[in-house]
């Protein structure tokens, strides 16, 4: 069964950049999907905040349109979360997975804190 190990997240100041990566471990079969990022701050529920087709096409969640930039790697079965121009209300944990029916077996996903 597929699992997902997140990577990258970090404590950074306000207008600071990170990039998150994401390996699937599994069949390549369990990534040929459409996969998103995810993020679950302290308080709130996990919210999508981008996807990326297995064509490469993408899209954003209003909140990050601009500053997120989601890229795929079907090779490595990795996907990538380049985050610039960072807010504290970026803080969150993030995860990656499927963005239809997602798979129940989340990462551990990885901590982002945005602070001065």
């Known amino acids: 069964q597929v699992q997902f190990v997140e990577s990258g997240g970090g404590l950074v100041q306000p207008g600071g950049s990170l990039r998150l990566s994401c390996t699937a471990t599994g069949s390549i079969r369990d990534f040929l999907y459409t996969m998103g990022w995810y993020r679950q701050a302290p308080g709130k529920q996990r919210e999508l905040v981008a996807d990326?087709?297995?064509?490469?096409?993408?899209s954003y969640a209003d909140s990050v349109k601009g500053r997120f930039t989601i890229s795929r790697d079907d090779v490595e079965k990795t996907l990538h979360l380049q985050m610039n121009r960072l807010k504290p209300e970026d803080t969150a944990v993030y995860y990656c997975n499927r963005k239809f029916l997602p798979f129940n077996n989340w990462g551990q996903g990885t901590q982002v804190i945005v602070s001065s």
């Open positions: 990326i087709t297995t064509v490469d096409s993408t």
